[in-house]
């Protein structure tokens, strides 16, 4: 099993353009989220799908957007680029749905930089 | 939000000595408590978890300790390896969702 994988791992984006971060997750995960990381600062939550064909906003969800493609797949849009948005994105599955013991397992990062 | 927070932001400790990090929440109502750890350029990695209706939980090499009187949370790695060498955060889950609130890190420096 690969886990959780993104892609890509690095980007670089001028201010205005867009771009997908793509994830997916083989262990049949039923939540999916996407966090951002910035220095001195915790994971924060961008967005999150509790499961498929559901999303809602985390903590931090002002320009973005998301799609949960299907079961396995949940994939983190950025419309119009800024440099706030420079930072490193994490995604992220767990079993989800009432598990009481919901541990969540990421994947290895997309280090963004917009200028 | 939730505050996580950790004691100390740097930890280093001789190779073969014992580690402890620590973390503070400040929800009572959280339930569930997860360590992670986290090398230079990876993903967090899972170390080990514990409910609320405990007090301990060892792992291979690694115990969590919770004291819930005063919102404490304490992971401790016993003989440290150059490998343990990585940021280690907390979090916290609140029973009343399912959103993890993660602390900043301690970054953990093993001395060989």
């Known amino acids: 099993n690969a886990g959780v994988t993104q892609t890509p791992k690095f980007q670089v984006l001028k201010t205005g353009q867009s771009m997908t971060l793509q994830c997916a997750q083989d262990?049949?995960?039923?939540?999916m989220y996407w966090y951002r990381q910035d220095p001195g600062m915790g994971l924060r939550l961008i967005y999150y799908?509790?499961?498929?064909?559901?999303?809602d906003k985390g903590e931090v969800p002002n320009g973005y957007n998301v799609s949960r493609l299907n079961k396995r797949e949940f994939s983190l849009r950025l419309e119009s680029a800024a440099p706030s948005q420079t930072s490193v994105y994490f995604c992220?599955?767990?079993?989800?749905?009432?598990?009481?013991?919901?541990?969540?397992?990421f994947g290895p990062g997309t280090r963004l930089t917009v200028l | 939000g939730e505050s996580v927070g950790l004691h100390l932001p740097t930890l280093s400790v001789q190779e073969g000595d014992n580690s402890i990090i620590n973390c503070a929440y400040s929800?009572?109502?959280?339930?569930?408590f997860i360590w992670y750890k986290q090398e230079s350029g990876k993903g967090p990695q899972f170390i080990i978890d514990?409910?609320?209706?405990?007090d301990k939980r060892q792992g291979q090499r690694v115990t969590v300790l919770l004291n819930k009187t005063v919102k404490h949370l304490s992971l401790q790695i016993a003989a440290t390896q150059p490998g343990d060498s990585a940021v280690y955060f907390c979090?916290?889950?609140?029973?009343?969702?399912?959103?993890?609130?993660f602390g900043t890190g301690t970054s953990l420096t093993v001395i060989p």
């Open positions: 992220a599955s767990s079993e989800g749905l009432g598990v009481k013991v919901d541990t969540q397992y």
């Open positions: 262990m049949n995960h039923n939540s």
């Open positions: 799908s509790a499961s498929e064909g559901t999303t």
């Open positions: 929800n009572s109502a959280s339930d569930y």
């Open positions: 514990i409910r609320s209706n405990m």
């Open positions: 979090a916290e889950v609140p029973n009343t969702g399912n959103q993890f609130y």
